[in-house]
């Protein structure tokens, strides 16, 4: 009989879950595609309906009612709130659920800067300003727009869900925060014997 997974994301941004969104489907399908007797059904990625901006409290609640609905809930902060992050995932743990951080080095933005070939389609996007190591980069936010800005690019969060579908998960995969985040959420899903 078939069980199902259900994924839940609760970011701190709107622009972060545009990107993520399509990333953590990509990769839970890879990793799970990979056990052949595998007897479930993965669901797209929920994300809680309100982000940071809607207030702390808002913001937890949200986060508890989508941990109710979900097999599995991905906690995103930025790196100078991840203590927040893992605070939440704490607080979804003792409610018998299961909670993974995701906490780039500094913001999301340095990992949509980790893939030239995911900017194929954003034509005149700069590639040779991308790092060879974006967990150095300082401001990733002002690097992507300056990347992007050559192609008449104003608001680069425009293209966060494009790129998260674009972008290698390989090349995601030799960045160590997202390499945390990918073997985290290899070992919540043997524990919850997807795996």
Known sequence: MSRPLRPGLVAEGDSDCDF???????????????????????????RSVCVKKHG???FREEAAKLARQSQ???????????????EMAAAIRQNAH?????VPKRETEAWLLADREAFRRVRGAETDRLPNDVEKEHDPKA????????AGVDRPADYFELLGQDISLDVLKSVPAYRRW?????????GLHYL
Not at 72 to 82: K, N, P, S
Not at 98 to 102: F, K, N, R
Not at 182 to 190: E, G, I, S
């Open 182 to 190: 990918y073997d985290r959420t290899v070992d919540a899903l043997k």
């Open 56 to 58: 702390k409290q808002r």
């Open 143 to 150: 690097l992507l727009k300056k990347v992007m800005g050559p």
């Open 20 to 46: 993520l969104l399509p990333v953590i489907d990509r990769q839970l399908n890879e990793i799970l595609l990979s056990n052949p007797a595998a007897d479930y059904d993965v669901f797209p990625t929920r």
């Open 98 to 102: 299961h909670a993974v951080i995701l």
């Open 72 to 86: 599995l809930v991905f906690v995103h902060a930025d790196h100078h709130e991840a203590h927040e992050a893992e």
